[in-house]
């Protein structure tokens, strides 16, 4: 059975930063394009950054360039997401997925099949 367990949310003040993680489990993730969403109340879900299989490319969302650093460790079978300088517009559940389909624009749409984790909460408090 495969899983996408996320890791790492919670409550934060403005400013401060939080890592999240998603543990695969039941798929080996070396060979997947993956990457992390982001769904806030009342909002559409919506991609924060991807991360090539080997983790040489990546893409962020331009408006949160600067902000967020995806990674992954493929030995692990994880995949990471550095947050600083939060703010309140950033709460939202954090959803990792695999794997992303591939277009001119890049590997940063979810495969119809694709897994999902459940979510881990970040709230952010001003």
């Known amino acids: 059975q495969v899983q996408l367990v996320e890791s790492g949310g919670g409550l934060v003040q403005a400013g401060g930063s939080l890592r999240l993680s998603c543990a695969a489990s039941?798929?080996?993730?070396?060979?997947?394009?993956m990457g992390w969403f982001r769904q806030a109340p009342g909002k559409e879900r919506s991609l924060i950054a991807a991360i090539g299989w080997s983790g040489i490319s990546r893409y962020y969302a331009d408006s949160l360039k600067g902000r967020f650093t995806i990674s992954r460790n493929n030995a692990e079978n994880t995949v990471s997401l550095q947050v600083n300088s939060l703010k309140p517009e950033d709460t939202a559940v954090y959803y990792c997925?695999?794997?992303?389909?591939?277009?001119?624009?890049?590997?940063?749409?979810?495969?119809?099949?694709?897994?999902w984790g459940q979510g881990t909460q970040v709230t952010v408090s001003s």
């Open positions: 997925a695999a794997p992303l389909d591939c277009s001119g624009d890049g590997c940063t749409t979810p495969a119809p099949s694709a897994y």
């Open positions: 039941g798929l080996t993730i070396d060979t997947y394009n």
